[in-house]
């Protein structure tokens, strides 16, 4: 089986106001949801998802527009309208409060949803998350420039070349460039591009709005654990330091010799971090192999 088959193996939808949002439910206990980054999809958590369902319910979710889940060209792609989706589908499903647990553009979805929504949150884990103006995200976001966006379109749905782009960002992302194989590539770039969703991807870029995330994080009531790969060459690991100083209540892990994906990278060190902090009886775990030292950065 292919890592997509694994990963989808059991995968679930929900026909929602606005398109189908698919996701895989394993496990039982307090339920923990997985907001991926773009342009990829639940794909990313494959490392993570069945450790956490050890003692949680867990929900991998694509979010609209990407993986398997609903394509509609003229959807809400922006963050609150993102937001909005997995509030839906919370609320379909009957869950919540939910730990929420995002990936760089997925936090700022988690975040927002915590901040309109805080009766639906317990807890949120931020993984290198797109917050703050500046990192790659907001250059990507001239993709806004009409003739720009067409290009970067026609380029992505050319599977040679698209392949050699995606190929050369997950590089980047990666602290190690060898984590991108051909087969990791060719497993992202075949859910990127399925139903067109290069153009939900370039549309979600276009509306993404960091200073209206980062207006959202003082206002932040729940308790948030920040992980953040102090190689990361995507968004400046500074962000990290910021983030934790604005957040009213947070704690900060930044982990050496990993990138922009920590969860792909040292998937184990992620698991454990993020299950002793979304289930207290177990996060004595995490101090067993992990010392910090005085500015919060975890050290094996």
Known sequence: MSEIDVAYRDAESADLPGGRIVYVRRGSGPPTVLLHGIPLSLLTWRHNIDHLARTATVLAVDLRGFGRSGKPVNADYTVPGHARAIEDLLSRL????????????????????????????????????????????????????????????????????????????????????TQATPEVVDAYYELLTREHGEKTYLATLRCLDELEVARRVPALTREALIIWGAQDRVLPVADAQRLDSELPSSRLEILDGVGHFPHEEVPDRVNRLIASFTDPRRRDETHADVRMDGLGRARS
């Open 94 to 177: 009957d869950l919540g409060p939910v730990n929420l647990v995002g990936s760089s553009y997925g936090c700022a979805v988690a975040m927002t949803l915590a901040d309109v929504a805080p009766a639906r949150v317990s807890k949120l884990v931020l993984i290198n998350p797109v917050c703050y103006p500046g990192g790659r995200h907001s250059a990507a976001r001239l993709a806004r420039i009409g003739v720009l966006g067409m290009a970067a379109r026609s380029s992505l749905r050319h599977a040679a070349l698209g392949k050699r782009i995606l190929a050369s960002r997950l590089r980047s992302s990666y602290a190690s460039f």
